[in-house]
């Protein structure tokens, strides 16, 4: 599958002789020469040879771009799956928290009712105490 003569004046030459065009006049323009009137196209075999080379590199830099975002997408879905599971696990260990907190709290209050248990009985609520009175 060769490229035909239409291919070539139609895909291949238009960038080529544009960058001439640009390429010629950048140049007047820098040398103080003024601007052109008239830009002489390039020959037909070296606006094809400048084309092939233009679609070329068009086409390794669009999947060298192409490769970069999906990389670039790839690393941010990561990141956020890596972000989604650390809050998780902070949210598990607040709520652990929250649960031995309430633990204490119950706890405490147990500790509370049984020294004024022991207080109404007449017991010291000192650990020491229970120790001597139950041996």
Same mark, same amino acid.
């Not at 238009?14 to 040398?31: C, D, T, Y």
């Not at 070296?46 to 771009?65: R, V, Y």
């Given at each position: 599958?060769?490229?035909?003569?239409?291919?070539?004046?139609?895909?291949?030459?238009?960038?080529?002789?544009?960058?001439?065009?640009?390429?010629?006049?950048?140049?007047?323009?820098?040398?103080?020469?003024?601007?052109?009137?008239?830009?002489?196209?390039?020959?037909?075999?070296?606006?094809?040879?400048?084309?092939? =080379?233009? &679609?070329? +590199?068009?086409? /390794?830099?669009?999947?060298?771009?192409?490769? $970069?975002?999906?990389?670039?997408?790839?690393?941010?879905?990561?990141?956020?799956?890596?972000?989604?599971?650390?809050?998780?696990?902070?949210?598990?260990?607040?709520?652990?928290?929250?649960?031995?907190?309430?633990?204490?709290?119950?706890?405490?209050?147990?500790?509370?009712?049984?020294? =004024?248990? &022991?207080? +109404?009985?007449? /017991?010291?609520?000192?650990?020491?105490?229970? $120790?001597?009175?139950?041996?």
């Amino acid at each position: 599958m060769g490229c035909t003569r239409e291919d070539k004046e139609y895909v291949v030459c238009p960038p080529a002789q544009i960058l001439h065009w640009i390429g010629v006049r950048s140049k007047m323009r820098m040398l103080g020469l003024g601007q052109p009137k008239f830009v002489p196209p390039l020959n037909n075999a070296m606006a094809i040879e400048t084309g092939s =080379n233009i &679609l070329g +590199e068009l086409t /390794i830099f669009t999947i060298g771009i192409s490769l $970069i975002l999906l990389e670039f997408t790839r690393q941010a879905k990561n990141d956020k799956k890596k972000h989604d599971r650390h809050r998780a696990q902070r949210q598990r260990l607040e709520n652990e928290i929250d649960l031995l907190n309430d633990r204490i709290n119950q706890q405490i209050n147990e500790m509370k009712f049984l020294k =004024n248990k &022991l207080s +109404e009985f007449g /017991i010291s609520p000192e650990f020491k105490n229970v $120790i001597k009175k139950c041996s």
